[in-house]
Structures are given as structure tokens and as C-alpha cells.
């Protein structure tokens, strides 16, 4: 069968004719030639195939030299002089692309000539024989030639992509054909493993299978070497280790050019892609598979209520009318009903002055603070907590993040009063719930600092009165949990608010290292008056300063109807301001919010810089003793991005959902919920805990806002 197209290339190259698509041999004979000596010996077919059936955690397989070396380093060659990548990143993956080689015949004469050998190569993947070999191999039954799905993705230090399982659309076998320097073997050392992970299946009114938190198995890249395996929905889980980047190399210079070059070594470069469902008029078509697959995609997951068997489980605790007691039996505390919720007595006062900077208690701060998030739904308060309390939490987290954790979930478990967040695939880190109890070494109480957040301070009335005074909202329930994002491994995926009632949620930001985050940590202790302190790119001197994850984002959904299936995996494109220098921000106040939308995962776009409507309605990077306070609708999505191992140290929160009781507006003021607009608040630090604090005033709105 030979594939032909009427199709003339919009925009040749110049000396170049526009001419139609040649015409590709890609079901004959003689492809075996481009393929390593003695692969299709039925005898080395023998061997692959009792590999792959004897493989853990799910059935895989691995090729050394697939191809010819000649031909694969003529690709090498070609791909390096021709042709140039595009810098992706989503919530779940950070990569280099280029364009679909599918679509290689459809360039001019003069850009063919350029390619000859990486035409060759993709023919050869997709020829009838190798197709049937591996079909062989893998028993997943007849693959499409018909349509075919292949790029070439560069990882280079601090590129990465999370626990997924491929099933999207008609994809069959998922591949990986690795492209790193042939004289230079790559080293374990440097990441960028193929890592599968073992699911667990829970026997329910139908069998529901859950990845581990922990991979089981990793296959390191090399020269040539083939790795590929059945999509299987729900059972293959995978995912790619950052490539880390070599130790003392500042971020600027990492992005050089000469460091970026394939003689630095640490370029993991592969052609990698799916063979598909036979499509329609070939042999072994099944009309409406497709859509069957759809249906158990582990997408379908994220998007649904099956979550039963995800940690942590909602602990939802619903305020009560007659007297609260905090949950702890350290520092608790009392407080009787009050006829008016929304009056701070001296009891809340003296309760809240234990923990808060005084500043965010008077009167007309409160105020103030209503009125901005009246406008805007959101509010960033700098210094929340008072100084002598958080310079004690800053020291109690540096002192944790200084004694080394298990690398397994189990050991972690048992030996810490951390819990891993789970399945992987939707997002891992480390987590302390309300009500749980935190022991020592010695298996004595311990009334942490951290605990004394989760379980006094944000649990209680008296926050509840504060911060429905802040946002004028009627709060009924709460939900809080400390978190510990670990480097170079936790993060959450964007996952959908599907309430129909708005939610309040607020973060506080408690990483104690600085200088790589890309906010303005390092200025924090700076004798410079608080609203004298820039988040301006352009001011900061450190190298390192941003591109390491640990921001949280809010985004609106995409409304998409594109039903394609031309992306690797499930993401959320993430505008390039964000990744390389995060700041706080959100649409400006007069700005429209963003339509609330649906997104397909499956459909995957750069992002196009020049478009101001990236979808972002809130963000904050990693940082220091800073409260957000975000309203959240119906539709919009949120995510942590992950931790770059080359961070400084780990990313630390407490972070609360809070129910907010409906009630009918008497005005159409507002915009409902978050998205509109960001209020930011700056306090001076004052060691003097009977000192309420100068004013700082509010930061410039320019320094927030798109």
C-alpha cells in the first residue's frame, strides 16, 4: 500500500518549487537492511518475546542497537543541523519538541533534501515488518500504518514528565528510540530514566487499579536502545525522571548555548511515539474501539468521582454553634458562641495575636481587606505570621529539611508522621492532616510549631471570624493540611473545582530557602521598607532564581473542542513567565475573567507568547510567611508544578478549603469568584510582639498583574 497527497507546502524554501508530497514506500519489503543485524532472526524474536512476557511491573521490552548505527547517526546528525525545538511545559511535563514527523513528506524538495535519513528511519519504524514485529512481541494485535504519531523530545537539565499511563484516543504500543550521544554513554547518574510503577488493584463492585507512589523499575537511556510496551489503561503507569543538572552549574548558565550542545553530555534526546488502532480500511479495524478505549483512560479519572482511593481523603469538619475546643491538647483553647460571628472579641484577639503579625487585626486593615477582595476575590498578605512565631517555624522546618527522609513511601510512613500523597498520576507529596498526632524519635508528643498551625490556629473560631471578616463570605466547614513537596519529586496535576458552589481556599507559603524560586524571598529580611521591595526579574542577580517549580497556579479551563490526539500525555500549558520567573499574579482589575471552559487533555499547544489570555487567574511562587486567600469557582483548575531537584530545598505549605454558605447578592458587584483581580498586602516585620506594626501600604498593582 503507498500513501499519496494532493497537499503542496505553504511556504518553500527559497530556490525551492511547491510540489506535491512524494509519494513513500511504507508497507513494502526491504526495510530490514536499516534494522540492527539479526533482529528478525526468529530466534532473537524468541528471546524478546520471553522477555517481554516475564517483565515487571507491566510487560515491557527493551532493544539495544534496533538500528543500523550508520543510518541512526546520519538521523543524529541531520537532527541537530536542521531542525529546531520548541520549548514545552505543562503542569505535567517540562520538554523540547519538534513538529509531527508524520507530516516529514509533506515538505517541500528543497527541506526533504535535508532529511533523508530521518525519512528513512520513520518509514522503517512504520513498515508493515516491524509493525508485525512487534505486534508479535507484545500480543497487542495489528498496528496502523495508516496513521502514524512519532517526535523527537529533547530533555535537557531540569526537564521532566510525571506518572501517566499513554491511554489516549487509539493509541496501541507507546515507544521510545533514544538518540543520546553515541560516544558519550549516558550515566545513570544524570536522571532521565523511564521509570514504570506497580499498581495495586482494589476489589470493589468492579476491580480499580492504583498505581504506588514509588516506581519499581528503571531503564535508563542509551544510544539506540528501543524501549516500548502495551498501552494497558490503568495498569502503564510511567513516567520520566528529570534530567538533572551537574552540580555547581548556575541556571544561566546551563541555558547557554554551549551547554545546551550534545558534547555536554546530558541531552537526552529520543524519537518517541505511539502505534495506533488499526484505522478505518485497514486489516483488524473494529468500528467504535476507540471510543471504548476512551472510556478507561486514567484521564477520565482525573476528571471523575473516582477517587476513593486517593490520599489524602477530605477531612471535612463542619463548624458548630456550641462551644469549639481546638483539636490538640497543647495551647487549646475555648471559645463560647458569640451572638455576632462577625465581631473579633479580646478573647479572639489575644488567640489570633499568638500567631498573626498585629497589623492584620486592626480594624481598619480588616477593612481594607474586605474591600479588596470585594473587587477582586483574591488577596496576598506578605508576613502573616508574626516574627518571633515565624522565625521559630522557619528554624523548626530547617531543622527537619536538614535530617535525610526515607526514599520509599512505606518507610516514610512507618518511621515519620508523614503520610505520601496518592496515586502519582494525579499527585505526591508529603502530608499532615488535622487531628493527626506527630510523635518524636521517642515516641513522645510533640507540640511542633507546624502542628500548632494545623491543628490550633486554622481549625479554630477565631481564624474563622478573621477571615470571614477579610472576605465578607459566611464559612461552614474547613479542611486543613500541612504539605512537604520534596525536590525532585512531589507535585499536584491541575485538577478540575467541580462544585457548583464556590469554595475559599488559602495557602501558606512556609519555604524557608531562598534564592530559587523566582519570587522576592531573598528580599525579605532587607532593611529596604516593605513596599520598596521589587519582584522585578531585572533587579535580581542570582542565576538560579526561578525555572525550579513549587508555584501554585490557578487557570481557567480551555474550552477546546479539538478532539485531537497529537500530544504524549495530559497537561496544561504553562506560560513561560511562569516557569522561568514566577511571581504572584492574576488578570488586572479591569481585565474580563477568562471563560470557565472544558479541556481536552489529550490536545497539547506551545505556548504563544504573544497571546495576553494565557488563563491565568492566580499565582504565587514558593516562598516565606505569605497567605493567599483565592475564592475558587465552578470550572477553574489548579495545580503545584513540580519540584526541580536542583532546588535549594524542599517547598513547605498549610493549605485549608473552606466551605462558604450561599446567599443571595443584593448587588451586582463582584465577578463571583477568583479571577478578576489580586490584592497584595506588605507589613513591616517588628520583633516586638506588643508592637501592632507599621503600615506599609499596598504594593504597586502593576507588580502583580499581567
Given amino acids: 500500500m503507498k500513501r499519496k497527497s494532493d497537499t503542496f507546502d505553504e511556504s518553500p524554501s527559497p530556490g525551492s518549487k511547491r510540489t506535491k508530497k512524494r509519494t513513500i514506500e511504507v508497507e513494502g519489503d526491504g526495510f530490514d537492511k536499516y534494522f540492527g543485524r539479526g533482529l528478525f532472526d526468529s530466534s532473537q524474536l524468541a528471546i524478546y518475546k520471553d522477555s517481554y512476557v516475564n517483565s515487571s511491573p507491566f510487560k515491557h521490552g527493551v532493544i539495544q542497537n534496533l538500528i543500523s548505527p550508520t543510518l541512526l547517526r546520519a538521523v543524529r ?54 509493525r508485525s514485529y512487534l505486534s508479535d512481541i507484545t500480543g497487542a494485535g495489528e498496528l496502523s500504518g495508516k496513521k502514524t504519531d512519532m517526535a523527537i523530545n529533547v530533555y535537557t537539565p531540569g526537564c521532566h514528565l510525571l506518572c501517566h499511563d499513554d491511554v489516549i484516543g487509539s493509541r496501541r504500543v507507546s515507544y521510545i528510540l533514544y538518540l543520546t550521544d553515541p560516544d558519550r554513554p549516558w550515566e545513570e547518574d544524570w536522571g532521565g530514566a523511564l521509570r514504570l510503577y506497580h499498581t495495586q488493584t482494589h476489589e470493589d463492585k468492579e476491580a480499580t487499579k492504583v498505581p504506588s507512589p514509588d516506581f519499581t523499575t528503571s531503564i535508563p537511556p542509551a544510544f539506540n536502545q528501543l524501549s516500548f510496551f502495551a498501552v494497558q489503561p490503568g495498569e502503564s503507569f510511567h513516567d520520566v525522571e528529570e534530567v538533572y543538572a551537574p552540580q555547581g552549574v548556575s541556571r544561566k548558565d546551563r541555558l547557554s548555548r554551549e551547554n545546551l550542545e550534545p558534547e555536554s553530555g546530558r541531552v537526552r ?148 508522621p508523614w503520610r505520601v500523597a496518592r496515586p502519582p ?33 486554622f481549625p479554630s473560631q477565631s481564624f474563622r471570624k478573621w477571615l470571614q471578616l477579610a472576605t465578607s463570605l459566611t464559612l461552614t466547614s474547613h479542611d486543613v493540611l500541612s504539605r512537604r513537596f520534596r525536590r525532585g519529586k512531589d507535585y499536584t496535576l491541575a485538577t478540575n473545582y467541580t462544585e457548583e458552589s464556590s469554595r475559599l481556599e488559602i495557602t501558606l507559603g512556609i519555604t524557608p530557602t531562598q534564592g530559587c524560586w523566582g519570587d522576592d524571598d531573598d528580599n525579605e529580611h532587607s532593611d529596604a521598607p516593605k513596599n520598596e521591595r521589587k519582584n522585578d526579574a531585572s533587579t535580581r542577580s542570582n542565576d538560579d532564581s526561578g525555572g525550579m517549580g513549587g508555584y501554585e497556579v490557578y487557570m481557567a479551563g480551555d474550552e477546546s473542542d479539538d478532539n485531537g490526539d497529537n500530544g504524549s ?126 503600615w506599609a501600604g499596598f504594593e504597586s498593582s502593576d507588580e502583580s498583574s499581567d
Avoid at 502530608?431 to 491543628?455: C, E
Fill in 425 to 457: 498520576h494525579k499527585h505526591r507529596y508529603l502530608y499532615m492532616q488535622t487531628q493527626d498526632q506527630l510523635f518524636n524519635h521517642q515516641n513522645h508528643y510533640d507540640p511542633s510549631l507546624l502542628h500548632k498551625l494545623l491543628n490550633n490556629l
Fill in 269 to 416: 534526546m529520543a524519537i518517541s511515539g505511539w502505534y495506533h488502532i488499526p484505522q478505518e480500511g485497514e486489516n483488524g479495524y473494529q468500528p467504535g474501539l476507540e471510543q471504548e478505549l476512551a472510556e478507561k483512560s486514567s484521564l477520565t479519572q482525573l476528571k471523575g468521582k473516582g477517587d476513593a482511593y486517593d490520599l489524602p481523603q477530605p477531612r471535612i469538619c463542619k463548624y458548630q454553634d456550641s462551644p469549639d475546643q481546638s483539636f490538640s491538647d497543647y495551647g487549646s483553647q475555648t471559645i463560647n458562641p458569640d451572638p455576632d460571628a462577625n465581631i473579633l472579641t479580646e478573647s479572639d484577639c489575644d488567640f489570633l495575636l499568638r500567631y498573626l503579625t498585629p497589623t492584620y487585626l486592626t480594624p481598619d486593615t480588616i477593612s481594607t481587606l474586605s474591600s479588596m477582595f470585594a473587587d477582586n476575590s483574591v488577596l496576598r498578605l506578605d508576613s502573616f505570621l508574626k516574627p518571633k512565631f515565624a522565625e521559630a517555624l522557619r528554624s523548626h522546618i530547617l531543622l527537619q529539611e536538614s535530617e535525610p527522609l526515607p526514599n520509599s513511601a512505606t518507610e516514610i510512613e512507618s518511621g515519620t
Fill in 569 to 694: 500525555n495530559h497537561g496544561v500549558s504553562i506560560p513561560s513567565q511562569l516557569s522561568t520567573n514566577t511571581g504572584a499574579r492574576a488578570s488586572g482589575p479591569s481585565a474580563p475573567r477568562p471563560p470557565k471552559t472544558k479541556a481536552d487533555p489529550a490536545v497539547y499547544r506551545a505556548t504563544d507568547e504573544g497571546d495576553e489570555d494565557d488563563g491565568v487567574l492566580f499565582s504565587m511562587p514558593a516562598g516565606w510567611n505569605r497567605l493567599s486567600v483565592v475564592l475558587r469557582d465552578k470550572g477553574v483548575l489548579r495545580f503545584v508544578k513540580y519540584v526541580s531537584r536542583a532546588a535549594k530545598g524542599d517547598r513547605w505549605d498549610v493549605v485549608g478549603e473552606f466551605g462558604v454558605k450561599d446567599e443571595e447578592e443584593d448587588n451586582d458587584e463582584g465577578d463571583g469568584g477568583v479571577g478578576v483581580g489580586v490584592g497584595v498586602v506588605g507589613v513591616e516585620d517588628d520583633d516586638d510582639d506588643d508592637n501592632e506594626g507599621g
Fill in 77 to 130: 546528525t541531520e537532527i541537530q543541523g536542521n531542525l529546531s525545538f520548541t520549548p514545552k511545559e505543562t503542569d505535567i511535563y517540562k520538554i523540547h519538541q519538534s513538529g509531527d514527523l508524520a507530516n516529514l513528506d509533506g515538505l517541500d524538495n528543497y527541506s526533504l533534501k535535508l532529511l533523508p535519513s530521518l525519512l528513512t528511519l520513520r518509514d522503517a519504524l512504520y513498515s508493515s515488518a516491524f
